[in-house]
């Protein structure tokens, strides 16, 4: 349905900041289906988990362990959004997904994924 492209990881110190973007490419219909766009990370050997995710309608919601750090924001483009990413530390560390939420008029709820990219937070 749609294609998300990450950037923006890196190696950062602990305490520092760093700035994910993820763009969503396809067709217009699907890219209008958007709902819901956000951030998830997965270590290995761990289940994936919610960092943030902003919907349409303006709404966000933040994984506990990095509310307050993190701020997730969305472009001007529905196709757009962006994680920053302050005060990070060690557990930080892990490979960021960005996820599209998309409903499309014809009904059903259908999740993309990008291929991710990796955060290493030094101590």
């Known amino acids: 349905q749609v294609q998300l492209m990450e950037s923006g990881g890196g190696l950062v110190q602990a305490g520092g900041s760093l700035r994910l973007s993820c763009v969503a490419s396809?067709?217009?219909?699907?890219?209008?289906?958007?709902?819901?766009m956000g951030w998830y990370r997965q270590n290995p050997g761990k289940q994936r988990e919610l960092v943030a995710v902003?919907?349409?309608?303006?709404?966000?919601n933040y994984g506990d362990s990095v509310k307050g750090r993190f701020t997730i924001s969305r472009g001007d483009a529905r196709n757009t959004v962006y994680l920053q990413m302050n005060s990070l530390k060690p557990e930080d560390t892990g490979v960021y997904y960005c996820?599209?939420?998309?409903?499309?008029?014809?009904?059903?709820?259908?999740?993309?994924w990008g291929p991710g990219s990796q955060v290493t937070v030094s101590s």
């Open positions: 396809g067709s217009i219909f699907y890219i209008n289906a958007i709902n819901a």
């Open positions: 902003s919907t349409t309608g303006g709404s966000t």
């Open positions: 996820k599209a939420q998309l409903r499309p008029d014809y009904g059903g709820r259908y999740d993309c």
